[in-house]
């Protein structure tokens, strides 16, 4: 099954680290990915751009409305993400808590549907009676 683990982090946080403390965590993150790799999980991984260059678009009473910045203020935001292949959710949340994210900030663990409504059956996704 496939997971998608996203790392949330105080992105204010990266300036006020130290060079040594910056390399320390740029290392623990380098080894962490290359270990997902070795094992063969990793099937894609992305980092994203601080949430100054966010926008956020929703249809209130048939209007668009776009905003500037993320979709919440919140304390940490979305900065990447990586999709594994692993057996069950146990092996996920394990690589999850090996993430150098997991020490400073949050890695949310999800499974991932097979497609979408669009290209699924609906009966995957219609509420029961």
């Not at 991984?45 to 929703?58: E, F, I, N, W, Y």
């Not at 776009?66 to 203020?73: F, K, Q, R, S, T």
């Not at 499974?111 to 996704?125: A, R, V």
Request: proline share 5%; hydrophobic share 40%; charged share 25%.
């Amino acid at each position: 099954m496939q997971y998608i683990l996203m790392d949330y982090v105080n992105e204010d946080g990266w300036p006020q680290l130290s060079q040594a403390e910056q390399e320390e965590w740029l290392g623990a993150y380098q080894a962490y990915m290359k270990a997902m790799m070795e094992a063969g999980v990793l099937k894609s991984s992305h980092g994203l751009r601080p949430t100054v260059t966010a926008t956020t678009v929703r249809v209130v009473h048939e209007k668009t409305q776009v905003l500037d910045g993320p979709y919440a203020d919140t304390k940490e935001q979305l900065g990447g993400f990586h999709l594994i292949e692993a057996p069950d959710l146990d092996a996920a949340l394990a690589w999850a808590a090996r993430s150098p994210t997991a020490l400073h900030g949050v890695v949310e663990v999800r499974p991932l549907w097979e497609g979408t409504l669009l290209t699924g059956e609906f009966d995957d996704y219609l509420k029961r009676e």
